[in-house]
T-cell receptor, first 118, second 113 residues
Framework: AQKITQTQPGMFVQEKEAVTLDCTYD???????LFWYKQPSSGEMIFLIYQGSYDQQNATEGRYSLNFQKARKSANLVISASQLGDSAMYFCAMRGGDYSSNTGKLIFGQGTTLQVKP | DVKVTQSSRYLVKRTGEKVFLECVQDMDHENMFWYRQDPGLGLRLIYF???????EKGDIPEGYSVSREKKERFSLILESASTNQTSMYLCASSPGTAKNEQYFGPGTRLTVT
């Protein structure tokens, strides 16, 4: 069975510092995709970054990077130079298997609440 | 930009009422999804649709039904609302590409009294 685990319910970071949000996954599918979403207090889920299982390089999008360690089955999100607007809940998600790839079905972790201190 | 809209941000209904939550996307996406989000439980998939008139149950379909008569619209129906269906409901769509990332609407916070 596929599973996503986020072990940090809540984290604090000082403004302008970097922070790492942990995510581990479990799947037997050779082809899968990993996603990170941000959910501010307004409630809307915002897509941040994507990593495919066959991608050779770690994904980056602006201040977001994904530290993909395939052998350890981890896909941690790194936010550099934190800003007050980064305060939100962050979800890791996985899409796996041919059927899931076609339908786009995702499974989500429990989420990590990040608070950025001024 | 992809736009996913939901009919209401906040909704209050009485126990036993039939409730319709509407979701519309404007990017011709193949797939659409309904989730509910509860504190400590994350996002749980209720139903999804990978084509017009095609639907599949997610992890928690009990008490819900869906309808997708047009590609851009996916409706979630609570046939007889109950207090345990008080939750945040999120709709999403994805394009059916290899990456297939999901884009979410703003959510509907439903309270059943």
């Amino acid at each position: 069975a596929q599973k996503i685990t986020q072990t940090q319910p809540g984290m604090f970071v000082q403004e302008k510092e970097a922070v790492t949000l942990d995510c581990t996954y479990d799947t037997s599918d050779p082809s899968y995709g990993l996603f990170w979403y941000k959910q501010p207090s307004s409630g809307e889920m915002i897509f941040l970054i994507y990593q495919g299982s066959y991608d050779q390089q770690n994904a980056t999008e602006g201040r977001y990077s994904l530290n993909f360690q395939k052998a350890r089955k981890s896909a941690n999100l790194v936010i550099s130079a934190s800003q007050l607007g980064d305060s939100a809940m962050y979800f890791c998600a996985m899409r796996g298997g041919d059927y899931s790839s076609n339908t786009g079905k995702l499974i989500f972790g429990q989420g990590t609440t990040l608070q950025v201190k001024p | 930009d992809v736009k996913v809209t939901q009919s209401s941000r906040y909704l209050v209904k009485r126990t036993g009422e039939k409730v319709f939550l509407e979701c519309v996307q404007d990017m011709d996406h193949e797939n659409m999804f309904w989730y509910r989000q509860d504190p400590g439980l994350g996002l749980r998939l209720i139903y999804f649709s990978y084509d017009v008139k095609m639907k599949e149950k997610g992890d928690i379909p009990e008490g819900y039904s869906v309808s997708r008569e047009k590609k851009e619209r996916f409706s979630l129906i609570l046939e007889s609302a109950s207090t345990n269906q008080t939750s945040m409901y999120l709709c999403a769509s994805s394009p059916g590409t290899a990456k297939n990332e999901q884009y979410f609407g703003p959510g509907t916070r439903l309270t059943v009294t």
